[in-house]
């Protein structure tokens, strides 16, 4: 049996391991060195060994901790690997790498143990483990759940106590992507003292997740601001940006997905919205942001058919990206697109804020870039307080009248009305009807009367909202869903405004019917 003996050097610090015999094929005895000894040490100390154990050892400890280098040198020995480490080592490497259908075509093709001895089973509980993982990057959950069965179930067999701390971390991660996260939990698992620091470091990350699942984003940023990896410092970016504060952007060779992220969220807050670089987000929960934002970018240059496309169909199931989701949809609507399941929006919107915890950072992010669609949520039933605030203190056109706040001022005419029926797709119809030589121009005189008043920020146009309430009412009809308050949404946003844009849009909708 292999046995392993040696002292080494790194930096300045002599690593404790003269002593330390390790037993290549015991699963046990490598837990216990992968817990206590730095894993430069091993690299170290496993960097020159033949044995098909010690290079599965080799690789595993340069494959999980090592650069884009060290795993194209890690996928180079992997045919040197001990056959029943072999499979579950490939899934990381290629899992590291991005190439995840490859991952998951191998963790499919070797889903059983490579025999039934100790090392075997190890195999296969990393397997599980990795593979758990590949298959919920993809996607698969049912698929994952599966795997990571598996894992804890061989992992439990050989009585690996660390492994089953990872297991078990993998578990509520896995649970917050599923929309039933357990920050409770997270936090029970960094308390225990045996959680090793990398595990305790993976952890804290999950419990970031978790907490902004729930819309929870200035609890998350406090988990996150005192970590030192890439990783911690994108999601400090990330949860910053989304609470409208100030973060230092480490700079362009930096390229985290949480950092990307964070720098899309300010290039909008600035008045652009930079997507670049976003398309190749594959990592969940941060791909899911960015196809959202990926949509709301392709929305503001008036494309909701390549939005659609953009956004899917079916809602995630982190309650806080399944109400950006909705927000999202609705957007497409209030711009003239077309989705599939418009009359469910307001369903999957109510389960959404039923799940979170907290709701006022996500109003401050869609406030600024959506305001037009937060207006239409803002008029449903039981919708929560702060959006109620929030609409009475909006600015708002409606019509001859502008409100900010409890203020009203006059406007420009008949510019607002018209602007208004223009954006809920009755242009057309209401030009007409005024005979009106304005179009062209309606938005520059809105523009000079808010100069004229001082006002400080631009009113919006609810006519998107009331766009795609229409749309809403529409879909409902088709379906045969009867529910009063998707027939009366429409009437209620055309309530609020005033009586010149009003009846402006009443004798478009009867023009378009003729």
Sequence with gaps: MELLSCACWSGETMCNIERMQIEASDPSSWEAVRRRVPAREILNLLRDERDPVLRGRYVEVLASAGNTADLLRSRELLPEIDERLRPALTVLVLARLGAWREAQAVARAYVQPRGLDRLAMEGGCLLGYYGSMVERELEEHRMAERMLGMATALGFALGLSSRGMALKGETLRSATLLGVGDPDALRQLLADPELSPVQARATTLSLAESLGAYGEYQEALAVVSTGESERSQGMTAFYSALLGRAWNDPGPEKTDDWLRLARALASYEIGGFSVEGLAGITHEPQATYARLMMGAAVLRGQQPVQAALTVRQKPPRPHDQRALWVVARLGILANGGEIEGAAQLVNVWRSALSGLRSIAPLIRVL?????????????????????????????????????????????????????????????????????????????????????????????????????????????ARVAGVNDPELEELPELLIAGLTHDARELIYAAFEEVAT
């Design 367 to 475: 406030s600024t870039q959506t305001p037009e669609t937060l207006w239409l949520l803002a008029h449903l039933r039981g919708a929560p307080d702060e959006l109620i605030v929030w609409r009475e203190q909006a600015s708002v056109v409606r019509g001859l009248q502008v409100t900010v706040g409890r203020q009203s001022f006059r406007g420009a005419g008949r510019a607002g009305a018209l602007l208004i029926a223009d954006a809920a797709g009755l242009g057309d119809a209401a030009a007409a009807l005024l005979n009106s030589q304005l179009r062209g121009n309606e938005a520059k005189r809105l523009t000079t009367r808010y100069e004229e008043l001082g006002l400080t920020t631009i009113p919006f146009n609810p006519g998107p909202s009331l766009r795609a309430a229409l749309k809403i009412r529409q879909d």
